[in-house]
Each structure stands twice: as C-alpha cells, then as structure tokens.
Nanobody
C-alpha cells in the first residue's frame, strides 16, 4: 500500500500560481500512475490530472488544460501539480491518489492522501 501526503496549498489571488506536492511512501511508488483530484465545497470530488508511472504520459480535465501541469520525480517519490492562472473556481481541497483503475474516473484512484486546501480569491 502507498501512503500519500499532500502539501503546498494556500490562499492566492486570481491569476496567481501554486505548486502542490505529494510525497509517497510504502509500496513502490514508481510502479503507480498517479492522479490529482479535487473537491470543492458542496460538490463531488472530480478528476484534475493524471501522470503515467514513468512520467511520459499526462492527461488533464478540460477545466485545467493549459493552466495546470502534472509531473513526478520517482527518485524523490513525489508527484507535483503546478497550477498557473488560478481562478476562484479552482478553490477546493486537492488530493493525490494512486491510479488503480480507469484513468480520469473517480473510482479509478485509491490510496488517497489527506488533501491540501487551495483557495483562490477574486
């Protein structure tokens, strides 16, 4: 099993940037594709971005495409989410998770971290 700890969230003005990190421990991190998902107040958790085990393939929700970049460093057992041009609608708790099923679907991810809050003010 993989244990995940997210960090890097905070309060930022619209148009600003944040970089989230997700540190992994436990089972072999490099063997997993990884994802970032988010949950806004009163809404269901939704997919944000995904990266293959070797970092060669990435996949994004339409709402963040062109603004967010997912990356990973398997030597540090860490996956990142660089978020640029942030909008108030990006406000949510952001979670990283290991992909165990279908990419881009809520049910396709497991080994959730505790999440990190991102708040974008207008």
């Amino acid at each position: 099993q993989v244990q995940l700890v997210e960090s890097g969230g905070g309060l930022v003005q619209a148009g600003g940037s944040l970089r989230l990190s997700c540190a992994a421990s436990g089972r072999t991190f490099s063997g997993y594709a990884m994802g970032w998902l988010r949950q806004a107040p009163g809404k269901e958790r939704e997919f944000v971005a995904d990266i293959s085990w070797n970092g060669f393939n990435t996949y994004y929700a339409d709402s963040v495409k062109g603004r967010f970049t997912i990356s990973r460093d398997n030597t540090k057992n860490t996956v990142y989410l660089q978020m640029n041009s942030l909008k108030p609608e990006d406000t949510a708790v952001y979670y990283c998770a290991g992909r165990t099923g279908v990419r881009g679907t809520l049910g396709g991810y497991a080994y959730w971290g505790q999440g990190t809050q991102v708040t974008v003010s207008s």
